[in-house]
């Protein structure tokens, strides 16, 4: 089974994706940010990374550029789902490896649950 983590700091977003990807197939673990992400790979080995870029203690650009210096992770596939979004950031995310993002007030969740698939091989 594919594993997904969804690193969000509102439990009213995550909780229910994880429930989401759940229900489609994957299993699915939580973190409030950025640095209990890094925590969680440690020992909990993810297929794909789900992430919110505005979260307190590690952002999710800070997250991103961690796990691109490390070995075990420097290609783990990461999906964006941020209200935060501008070509800006679009452009910094593509350096740091993003292929996708979605926008959390306009996302079409079948359309992202495919792409997960197709990102994990599911």
């Known amino acids: 089974m594919k594993r997904v983590l969804v690193v969000d700091d509102?439990?009213?977003?995550?909780?229910p994706m994880a429930r989401?990807?759940?229900?489609?197939?994957?299993e699915a673990q939580t973190a409030a940010?950025?640095?209990?992400?890094l925590d969680t790979l440690q020992h909990w080995s993810a297929d794909l990374v789900l992430l919110d870029?505005?979260?307190?203690?590690?952002?999710?650009?800070?997250?991103l550029e961690a796990i691109r210096n490390q070995?075990?992770?420097?290609?783990l596939p990461v999906i964006v789902f941020s209200?935060?979004?501008?070509?800006?950031?679009?452009?910094?995310?593509?350096?740091?490896?993003?292929?996708?993002?979605?926008?959390?007030?306009?996302?079409?969740?079948?359309?992202?649950?495919?792409?997960i698939k197709e990102l994990v091989g599911a």
Do not use: H
């Open 10 to 15: 509102q439990a009213d977003c995550s909780e």
């Open 20 to 26: 989401l990807l759940k229900l489609c197939g994957f």
């Open 33 to 37: 940010n950025g640095r209990e992400a």
């Open 53 to 63: 870029l505005m979260m307190p203690i590690m952002d999710g650009f800070a997250f």
């Open 71 to 75: 070995p075990q992770w420097s290609d």
């Open 83 to 115: 209200a935060w979004d501008n070509e800006t950031t679009r452009y910094r995310l593509q350096r740091l490896g993003v292929k996708t993002t979605y926008r959390k007030a306009d996302t079409d969740f079948d359309t992202m649950v495919s792409q």
